[in-house]
């Protein structure tokens, strides 16, 4: 019978004498409490109390956009228009189409800035992590420590340093004064060596004795075994990305992104509400979507982070 790469890696454990842990697939595991059947209908009356609580102000925000302007003013407001139009998106359109930078240039400015540099997150923070997951070295510790006291600050305690330093490197009204620090990003590194740590380092020396290249190991044997983790750092990073207005370090018209153009609607006073409420909806539409396409890699990464065995 022909024996898998995982046999292999098995046997070659074993005559070492060490003990392969399998990972866990699933963190996250149904369990059967023993409730009773009121208690089962409290927990759901709950659960769904707060999902209406969650979800109300996304359907306020796509029933304004389908609102005619007459229903706009009215009290109490409409949670959903009576009479539903997509007429909101024309007007929102054809307002981008009068605009003298055309609409298709800030969609490429803010596809270009968000596929840069999240990439350039995930390539980066993706090797870090691994050498300080599975490697010891002088200052290891320390570094990590300082990545994890990073996340502590928000993007706009930091924004005054990006600034001077994207000045001095001469990159001020330049793509790569958003893209540039994206790649620095502390929470892609934190999830990345939280999610490595958990992979057999048997696993990795078993490759390497079978002639793997440090590079070949970290991209043929790790990534593949880190996906949910490389997942959600890259819904983490498009969503911030692309919701950027740059409105402190790209100054030409041409080169704003697609969020400070819509954005600029939302000043236009009454007689754009409607457009406004539509520019909205287009905003967050993408990292709704994305989310919602991988929102159950996000829950296994969150768990596995805070995990130790």
């Known amino acids: 019978m022909p024996r898998t790469r995982g046999d292999e890696l098995h046997r070659l454990a074993e005559l070492r004498g060490e003990k392969i842990e399998v990972p866990k697939k699933h963190l996250i595991t149904r369990r059967h409490p023993n409730r009773s059947i009121g208690g089962d209908i409290g927990v759901y009356l709950i659960l769904v109390i707060f999902a209406i609580l969650m979800v109300f102000p996304l359907v306020f925000l796509i029933g304004n956009s389908l609102k005619p302007l007459n229903e706009f003013f009215r009290f109490p407001p409409p949670v959903w228009p009576s009479q539903p139009t997509t007429d909101n998106f024309s007007d929102l359109f054809v307002l981008m189409g009068q605009s003298w930078v055309p609409f298709s240039r800030y969609l490429i400015n803010t596809v270009l800035i968000t596929f840069v540099g999240t990439f350039g997150h995930l390539v980066i923070a993706s090797m870090a992590a691994f050498v300080l997951a599975k490697y010891q070295f002088p200052g290891g510790r320390t570094f990590f420590a300082?990545?994890?006291?990073?996340?502590?600050?928000?993007?706009?305690?930091?924004?005054?340093?990006?600034?001077?330093?994207?000045?001095?490197?001469?990159?001020?009204?330049?793509y790569w004064a958003l893209i540039l620090p994206a790649f620095a990003a502390p929470i892609g590194m934190f999830l990345m060596k939280q999610f490595m740590e958990g992979l057999p380092t048997a696993l990795i020396e078993a490759a390497t004795i079978d002639g793997a290249s440090t590079f070949g190991?970290?991209?043929?044997?790790?990534?593949?075994?880190?996906?949910?983790?490389?997942?959600?750092?890259?819904?983490?990073?498009?969503?911030?990305?692309?919701?950027?207005?740059?409105?402190?370090?790209?100054?030409?018209?041409?080169?704003k992104p697609l969020v400070y153009a819509l954005n600029q609607l939302l000043a236009g006073g009454v007689a754009r509400t409607g457009a406004s409420a539509a520019a909205q909806v287009v905003i967050i539409s993408v990292p709704i979507l994305i989310f919602i396409l991988s929102q159950s890699r996000i829950l296994e990464t969150m768990a596995s982070s805070g995990i130790k065995d």
């Open 146 to 174: 300082v990545v994890t006291t990073c996340l502590m600050f928000s993007g706009y305690v930091t924004g005054v340093p990006n600034y001077l330093i994207m000045s001095r490197l001469g990159m001020i009204d330049t």
């Open 217 to 255: 190991i970290f991209w043929n044997i790790v990534m593949p075994n880190v996906k949910p983790a490389w997942l959600t750092m890259i819904i983490f990073s498009v969503q911030g990305l692309w919701n950027s207005t740059a409105t402190t370090v790209i100054y030409s018209e041409a080169k």
